[in-house]
T-cell receptor, first 112, second 116 residues
């Protein structure tokens, strides 16, 4: 059974800091890995998707990397801003009918 | 606006009542799914569908029914509500369910259900 872990559960950083959010998964036979952002009381917004054949994806100040063999992904946020404060979840797609398994998320607070 | 629409946004039920959470998407996505999100448990898959007429169970299907008569709609039915079903429910869809590896999942805004 696929398990996805995100540690720590919460993180607080000062504005302007570059930061890395970690995600690990137990079954390396994945189709893809996605990073999502969730604002309080809202739905999830897809930030980046990395296909199993890819090593990284970039969007603006965000860069996500994937190391399938070690079961790890990182989300790098450059020059963090207070508007980046949210919960960040990673999810992997595995198995028949490509079910997504989510981590529990990292709640990020960027202090002005 | 294109996307996933969920109704209602909020609902309070009494134990034993039934109700349907509605989900509609206008992106011609084949894959649709329902998740529940609970504190400390993360998102858990309830049911999913890979196309009209096809549904399957996820991780926590008990107490819920689904059907997929059209590509656009994927309602979630609570048969006899229980306090354990108090949660935030999310509907999500994607183009092909992931076989191509490129299935960006689009989520609805959520439906917050309280069962007393």
């Amino acid at each position: 059974k696929q398990e996805v872990t995100q540690i720590p559960a919460a993180l607080s950083v000062p504005e302007g800091e570059n930061l890395v959010l970690n995600c690990s998964f137990t079954d390396s036979a994945i189709y893809n890995l996605q990073w999502f952002r969730q604002d309080p009381g809202k739905g999830l917004t897809s930030l980046l998707l990395i296909q199993s054949s890819q090593r990284e994806q970039t969007s603006g100040r965000l860069n996500a990397s994937l190391d399938k063999s070690s079961g790890r992904s990182t989300l790098y946020i450059a020059a963090s801003q207070p508007g980046d404060s949210a919960t960040y979840l990673c999810a992997v797609t595995t198995g028949a009918n490509s079910k997504l398994t989510f981590g529990k998320g990292i709640t990020l607070s960027v202090r002005p | 606006n294109a996307g996933v629409t969920q109704t209602p946004k909020f609902q309070v039920l009494k134990t034993g009542q039934s109700m349907t959470l509605q989900c509609a998407q206008d992106m011609n996505h084949e894959y649709m799914s329902w998740y529940r999100q609970d504190p400390g448990m993360g998102l858990r898959l309830i049911h999913y569908s890979v196309g009209a007429g096809i549904t399957d169970q996820g991780e926590v299907p008990n107490g819920y029914n689904v059907s997929r008569s059209t590509t656009e709609d994927f309602p979630l039915r609570l048969l006899s509500a229980a306090p354990s079903q108090t949660s935030v429910y999310f509907c999500a869809s994607s183009y092909d369910g992931g076989y191509s590896g490129a299935n960006v999942l689009t989520f609805g805004a959520g439906s917050r259900l309280t069962v007393l």
